[in-house]
C-alpha cells in the first residue's frame, strides 16, 4: 500500500451487511472536535508510525465500535479528506458471532443506512463523494433479486 508523501493517512471501514450484495452500510456521528461534531463519516481513524492502513482499520473499527471486523477488497480510494489527510477506506462486514456495533468512542450515534436513506444524514463535506462511489456499489432499496428479472 503505498502512502502519499505529506499526508496524514486515515483508515476507514465502510461497513456493511454483506460483503457480495450490500444493502446497508453503517454511518457515524462524530462527537469531536466541534468543527466536525454532529457530521457523519465512516468510523477510522489515523494510521500510526509502522502500522499497516488495513490493520489500522481493523484496530479502529474494534476501539469505536466494539466489533472485530473482516475486511473485503478496498472502496475505492485512497481519497483525499482536504488537503492535508488522506483515506483508507475497505468494505467490511462484522465478524459471525460479534454483536451490533456501538458508539463507543469518537461517535454519539450510528446509524444503518440503505441507499435510498444515505442521504438522510449530514455527510462530513470531504465524504461526499466517497459516499457517491459506495452509493454506487449498495443494492438498490426494494430490489430482492438483485436487480435481474427471472
Ligand atoms: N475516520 C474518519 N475520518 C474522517 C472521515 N472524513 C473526514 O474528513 N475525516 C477526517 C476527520 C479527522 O480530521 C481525520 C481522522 O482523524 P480522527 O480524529 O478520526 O483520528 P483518530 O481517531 O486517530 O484521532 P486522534 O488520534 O486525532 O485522537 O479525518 C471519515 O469518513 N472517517
Redesign the pocket.
Known amino acids: 500500500m503505498t502512502l502519499e508523501p505529506g499526508r496524514?493517512a486515515?483508515?476507514?471501514v465502510a461497513l456493511v451487511d454483506d460483503l457480495r450484495r450490500p444493502r446497508r452500510l453503517l454511518a457515524?456521528r462524530?462527537s469531536g472536535?466541534p468543527a466536525?461534531a454532529g457530521?457523519w463519516?465512516?468510523?477510522?481513524?489515523?494510521v500510526?508510525p509502522g502500522e499497516e492502513p488495513a490493520a489500522a482499520a481493523v484496530r479502529?473499527a474494534a476501539?469505536?465500535l466494539g466489533v472485530r471486523v473482516e475486511l473485503g477488497d478496498p472502496a475505492g480510494g485512497p481519497w483525499p479528506?482536504?488537503r492535508s489527510?488522506e483515506?483508507h477506506?475497505w468494505w467490511a462486514v462484522t465478524a459471525s458471532g460479534e454483536g451490533e456495533p456501538r458508539p463507543l468512542?469518537?461517535h454519539d450515534a450510528l446509524r444503518w443506512l440503505t441507499r435510498g436513506t444515505l442521504h438522510e444524514v449530514p455527510?462530513?463535506?470531504?465524504?461526499l463523494p466517497?459516499v457517491a462511489f459506495v452509493a454506487a456499489h449498495l443494492v438498490p432499496d426494494g430490489c430482492d433479486n438483485g436487480g435481474h428479472a427471472f
Open positions: 496524514v486515515v483508515a476507514a457515524a462524530r472536535p466536525l457530521g463519516e465512516f468510523p477510522g481513524g489515523k500510526e479502529e476501539e469505536e479528506l482536504g489527510h483515506m477506506l468512542e469518537d455527510w462530513l463535506e470531504n465524504d466517497v
